[in-house]
């Protein structure tokens, strides 16, 4: 990967232009999402943004959407660097378009338990998959000139007391499995790490050794390292390996650590050093410029943050530009969204074959499920985006079979995913009768301080946008589209009042459930009261919020219909089922019992889901399920329908691509990055929650599959798993009979695809170790490749086995070790798959 440079030799001389001062401003932010400037030495403010599966930029709103990739879960199963690389291109233009320096992703923790909160947001449970999807993303994105930060570094696999937990592993699992894809995307040249909130083995993340060894000592990472957002909280963490405080100022490495460096508790050296590591970042993103002349010194107050960070098309570094690729049309990156979404699709199971369907076969079909019309394409949290557009399945379906085909619909069962925003075409803004709300903010005394209007009824600000209001006023002119019973409300933390017509309805206090204040916003607490409305009788609506002081704050205004007759509802799902030629079933969970903040308390589909699919496969023989969500759900009913497909959260062209799945366009490439249990409690590794503040990781390096295979316990699919739409057939597995402790090994797998059709196919090799002094796994991946064969034609597929994939962590020692002897090197189409075998003797 080519790395912008800047020299040393100038990184201190623009170093020694700064004072104590000066340094210390520069090693936290200016506000929630910008670096400080200093023209002293040419740094231009830095803008961060979330990622991993959209770029978000300044607003967590309609007036500036985003790009809504697959989960991260979606690109991994796709198994393919090149796909990973291509989603990591439409994020780097996307940041180009909004001055976005930095993207805070990917997101590398493991799928420890399925029950895991942010389980969508990370790529798979094995550290060698992970590492290279990883690396791929962070390659990408980086040779268009975005700096990548991989995190959060590290065992931050849960959500539960995220702040505090302290996870008590040993060496050895760090070493082997946690650790892995960050040394990976190190030794790929990641620009940035961020650290967890969590501790490890007693010492917060913040302020951990790691950050040092191996981190910086024995991997060569010269880089930043940015924290998760207040994950700082000690004045004397400024001597350990942590560079950037963000949110900014910090309120504990500002005037508390220049009072610690004049004290001599805090080395300046220290500060150098972070100081430097900025430096460096900027020169590779484009944001470091001549430096200002040493006669006009930069003063020494905090500069107001960039309200227009300068774009990275226009940078003006010192030298050696990243390239920059151009941006796409809206009908190509709508092209690329949908044939990622398509190749990461799993299919599970598929009897008969029923899949693809037929459309001269089709006069009728049977759309059903909660998740059918309701577009679920992303999971919660600070990794979610606001899209230009989103197609659900339902509208994906209909665009691709009417008017030849009859498409029917029912949700079957009601799945409510907290309180949703007022639709914006049911909202006009009382002062313009433009489409949208009126926000006004006003200070303590009621007097207005700033206006704006806003095109939805989903609202958040951070810092200078609250315009140092005391309240903020939402009001609107709700227009109903049918008449009848409603409830209206309102959701966010803190102190709501809610009128219509001038009559108060509402007053309360709102106020998270768990002791995650981001949850709070997040999944944010509502409060609902009933109301009768007429049809296209229009009422006016005022929400009004005290601000918190927090440094940000959110109000959404809701209106939930009644809720339906839900025995007549499901009884209609069904019967427009038995009159279709096929059914198809959408069911899985949300975005907000998916989410950052909080772990899931279950593995079962939320509501009556699992009974709507169970009726419709009993009266249409011809039913796919289609499983949309983002981590593991329980699957005990699989062997009751013909064909299960798993869609996970696919992004915004999510039912286009589904439809086209279906449909045979195109193929489900998928296969599984994680395995998937029958039921909650056959799963081996699952708990999340803290004992007394200690999560013990006891399973050590059996992790995932490996875990599985330790307790000799068979998932509902396996890792690995995934059918097409044609049919493989493995022959041979050719590879060295030795080699070197360190070396690689080259093998060969021989397959033919023996279908009708041209197909995509995924070979995985495994190692196994059968006689060992080390307490090994039972197997472990140790090399992938994606092939494509049209039908009839044999292949051979070069597949790499790494020296690393043969080492392990002697604890002892401290330090990597190679065990002479005899290596067994399985070869086939998952964990439980693997036709193919021979021996390979390790020489150490």
């Not at 989960?71 to 439409?90: I, K, Y």
């Not at 006891?698 to 044609?726: D, I, K, M, N, V």
């Not at 064969?789 to 070069?798: H, I, N, Q, R, T």
Request: net charge negative.
């Amino acid at each position: 990967m080519r790395s912008p440079h800047v020299t040393d030799e100038r990184i201190e001389g623009l170093l020694g232009r700064l004072d104590v001062e000066r340094k210390v401003r520069l090693i936290s932010g200016t506000d929630f999402w910008h670096t400080p400037a200093e023209p002293a030495i040419g740094l231009r403010s830095m803008f961060l943004s979330d990622g991993p599966s959209g770029v978000r930029g300044e607003f967590w709103d309609e007036r500036d959407p985003s790009s809504c990739l697959p989960s991260p879960t979606a690109l991994a199963a796709t198994w393919d660097e090149s796909t990973v690389a291509r989603a990591a291109g439409l994020l780097a233009a996307e940041a180009r378009r909004k001055g976005v320096h930095v993207v805070l992703g990917p997101t590398i923790n493991l799928h420890r338990s399925p029950l895991g909160g942010r389980h969508f947001e990370c790529f798979s449970e094995d550290p060698l998959l992970t590492g290279r999807m990883a690396e791929a993303y962070v390659t990408a994105l980086q040779e268009a000139g975005t700096a990548a930060t991989p995190k959060h570094y590290v065992a931050n696999d849960s959500e539960t007391e995220r702040y505090t937990v302290d996870v008590r592993v040993d060496e050895r699992t760090l070493r082997e499995v946690l650790l892995a894809p960050f040394e990976r995307v190190v030794a790929a040249g990641a620009w940035l790490v961020m650290s967890a909130y969590n501790g490890v083995n007693g010492h917060t993340m913040t302020e951990h050794p790691l950050l040092t060894d191996p981190l910086r000592a024995e991997w060569g990472f010269d880089g930043v390292v940015i924290s998760d957002w207040t994950a700082v909280r000690s004045t004397d963490s400024a001597a350990a390996g942590n560079d950037l405080a963000m949110p900014g100022p910090s309120e504990v490495w500002g005037e508390p650590l220049l009072a610690a460096i004049r004290a001599g508790r805090i080395p300046e050296t220290a500060v150098d050093e972070k100081v430097r590591r900025i430096i460096r970042l900027a020169a590779r993103v484009g944001a470091l410029d001549e430096p200002a002349p040493l006669e006009n010194p930069a003063p020494l107050e905090n500069p107001a943050p960039l309200e227009n960070p300068a774009p990275l098309e226009n940078p003006a570094p010192l030298e050696n530009p990243a390239p920059r690729g151009a941006s796409p049309t809206t009908s190509e990156r709508s092209r690329v969204l949908r044939e990622i979404a398509a190749d990461s699709m799993v299919l599970l199971r598929n009897e008969g074959p029923l899949l693809p369907l037929r459309r001269s076969e089709l006069g009728r079909v049977a759309v059903l499920g909660p998740n059918a019309s309701a577009a679920r394409i992303q999971g919660g949290g600070s990794s979610s985006v606001v899209p230009e557009y989103e197609v659900s399945p339902l509208d994906g379906l209909r665009a691709a079979l009417e008017p030849t085909t009859e498409v029917l619909h029912h949700e079957g069962v009601a799945v409510r995913d907290g309180l949703e925003p007022v639709p914006a075409e049911m909202l006009t803004d009382p002062e313009t009768s433009e489409r949208g709300v009126r926000v006004r903010f006003r200070d303590a005394r009621g007097e207005l301080l700033a206006t704006e209007h806003r095109g939805t009824a989903q609202l958040m600000w951070t810092g200078p946008e609250l315009h140092g209001a005391e309240t903020i006023d939402v009001l609107a002119r709700l227009h109903p589209v049918a008449g009848g019973k409603y409830e209206l409300g309102v959701a966010g933390m803190g102190q709501h009042a809610l009128s219509v017509d001038g009559s108060v309805v509402l007053e309360r206090t709102l106020e998270p459930e768990g002791d995650d204040p981001a949850a709070g916003v997040l999944a944010p607490p509502y409060a609902t009261v009933p109301v009768e409305l007429e049809p296209v009788r229009p009422f006016e609506v005022l929400a009004t919020h005290r601000v918190s002081g927090a440094p940000l704050s959110a109000v959404t205004l809701g209106l939930l219909p009644e809720r339906p007759d839900e025995e007549r509802e499901f009884s209609g799902a069904v019967s427009a089922a038995s009159e279709a030629d096929a059914a198809v079933v959408v069911v899985g969970t949300t975005a907000r019992s998916e989410s950052e903040g909080f772990d899931r308390d279950t593995l079962a589909l939320p509501g009556k889901q699992r009974e709507l699919l169970r009726a419709v496969a009993r009266v249409n023989p011809r039913t796919v399920v289609v499983v949309n969500s983002g981590a593991p759900v329980e699957l005990e009913w699989h062997e009751e329908v013909p064909a299960v497909l798993l869609s996970w959260f696919p992004g915004q062209e999510g039912g286009n691509a589904l439809a086209e799945v279906l449909l045979g366009e195109s193929e489900p490439g998928g296969r599984l990055p994680t395995s998937w249990p029958l039921r909650q409690e056959d799963v081996p590794v699952l708990e999340t929650r803290p004992d007394h503040g200690k999560l013990v990781y006891a399973e050590g390096p059996h992790l995932g599959y490996r875990a599985w295979q330790r307790a000799g316990r068979q998932p509902a699919y396996s890792f690995g798993h995934g059918l097409g739409y044609t049919e493989w057939e493995y022959s041979a597995l050719l590879g060295p009979d030795g080699i070197g402790a360190g070396e690689d090994a080259l093998f060969r797998v021989r397959l033919a695809n023996t279908g009708e059709r041209h197909g995509k196919e995924l070979v995985q090799l495994y190692l196994r170790r059968t006689e060992s002094v080390v307490d090994r796994p039972a197997l472990w991946l140790a090399g992938f490749a994606a092939i494509e064969a049209a039908p009839g034609e044999e292949v051979s597929v070069p597949v790499r086995l790494e020296g690393a994939a043969f080492r392990h962590w002697d604890s002892a020692t401290g330090g990597w070790s190679f065990e002479p002897g005899t290596f067994s090197v399985l070869a086939g189409r998952s964990v439980a798959d693997l036709p193919l075998r021979t021996e390979l003797t390790l020489d150490a």
